[in-house]
């Protein structure tokens, strides 16, 4: 009877741990379960529309690419073709160059703005004015601000006859625009935005009364940036890096727009080949340009914890 009753009440007691857990543990439960429901569909809609379809461009990258049709049976064709052709290997390496210059100029010039806005504008309605003053290009169309540039940088175009006019030249200027120049100028224009946005952010959290005692302890300007500003400033630079990363290495209508075709990135040859009906081999250019950006953007979040400074 007594070791009876030691079983039933080790039985009770069993039951009270899984029925009657404590707070703290029927707490972190239903934390987890909140958290589970809300995750759940950001991850269900990532893994359709993001990671199903990678791995359904990889699998097409493989399959038989003929003149007019594709077939599902596996082979390396279509990658042995890519990686041996000197013309889309160059089209490779023009689009990491034509991204590395973009990105150069547009912190080089976004950053000065951002500097402005974000430390040297302390009053909240100025700065947002000058920021929204910032993204009024965007109030138009993409093609429009691209297609702006051709009647700017033609033979006859405002910035040959200013030229003119001064006396700086004898005769039109030809490779201003139908050149890889052109394509350098007008995406530098259009993704600058997207390098003073994440800028100012981080710029307008500096406390202004570090800078003053960095002022009263002798520092002068340059030692302030580059022991205080950039320092604070990383993430932001980090971000806007980010953003015009995605969208140069991704770019494709400003090369065809502004270059007259003279300048093919790997977004062109996408477009082409996608419009030749050439899955194959347009999947196989799409999968080196996923790789291409997923390695920038390792590399450019190696440098900062974003996650932890913003």
């Keep these: 009877m007594e070791f009876a009753g030691e079983q039933v009440q080790g039985a009770v007691q069993a039951q009270g741990g899984e029925n009657g857990a404590s707070p703290a543990?029927?707490?972190?439960?239903?934390?987890?379960?909140?958290?589970?429901?809300l995750i759940s569909p950001g991850v269900l809609w990532m893994a359709l529309f993001m990671v199903l379809p990678l791995v359904m461009v990889i699998y097409v990258s493989f399959w038989t690419q003929t003149t007019f049709t594709v077939e599902p049976t596996l082979t390396v064709d279509s990658w042995v073709?890519?990686?041996?052709?000197?013309?889309?290997?160059?089209?490779?390496?023009?689009?990491?160059?034509?991204?590395?210059?973009?990105?150069?100029?547009?912190?080089?010039?976004?950053?000065?703005?951002?500097?402005?806005?974000?430390?040297?504008?302390r009053?909240?309605?100025?700065?947002?004015?000058?920021?929204?003053v910032c993204i009024i290009p965007f109030w138009t169309s993409f093609l429009i601000r691209v297609i702006a540039w051709r009647p700017m940088l033609g033979t006859e175009g405002a910035i040959n006859t200013i030229l003119l006019k001064l006396g700086i030249i004898d005769t039109p200027l030809t490779t201003l625009l139908f050149s890889e120049f052109a394509v350098l100028v007008g995406m530098t224009q259009i993704y600058c935005?997207?390098?003073?946005?994440?800028?100012?952010?981080?710029?307008?959290r500096i406390d202004p009364s570090v800078i003053e005692a960095a002022r009263d302890l002798g520092a002068g300007f340059g030692r302030i940036f580059f022991k205080i500003i950039l320092p604070l400033s990383l993430p932001g630079v980090i971000v806007g890096?980010?953003?015009?990363?995605v969208m140069v290495l991704g770019e494709f209508?400003?090369?065809?727009?502004?270059?007259?075709?003279?300048?093919?990135l790997l977004g062109n040859i996408i477009v082409s080949?996608?419009?030749?009906?050439k899955w194959a081999f347009a999947s196989v250019a799409g999968v080196i340009l996923t790789t291409i950006i997923a390695a920038?953007?390792?590399?450019?979040?190696?440098?900062?914890?974003?996650?932890k400074e913003m």
């Design 241 to 245: 890096a980010i953003f015009v990363s």
């Design 253 to 264: 209508a400003t090369a065809a727009s502004l270059s007259g075709r003279k300048v093919n």
């Design 273 to 277: 080949q996608v419009g030749s009906l």
């Design 123 to 132: 009053n909240q309605t100025l700065q947002t004015a000058l920021l929204v």
């Design 25 to 37: 543990e029927r707490r972190a439960r239903q934390e987890r379960r909140t958290a589970l429901m």
């Design 193 to 204: 935005v997207f390098m003073v946005g994440p800028i100012t952010f981080m710029l307008s």
């Design 81 to 121: 073709r890519f990686l041996t052709s000197p013309t889309y290997l160059a089209s490779t390496w023009a689009t990491v160059r034509i991204w590395a210059v973009v990105l150069a100029a547009t912190l080089i010039i976004g950053y000065p703005v951002a500097l402005f806005i974000g430390l040297m504008v």
């Design 296 to 307: 920038v953007i390792t590399v450019l979040l190696r440098i900062v914890n974003v996650r």
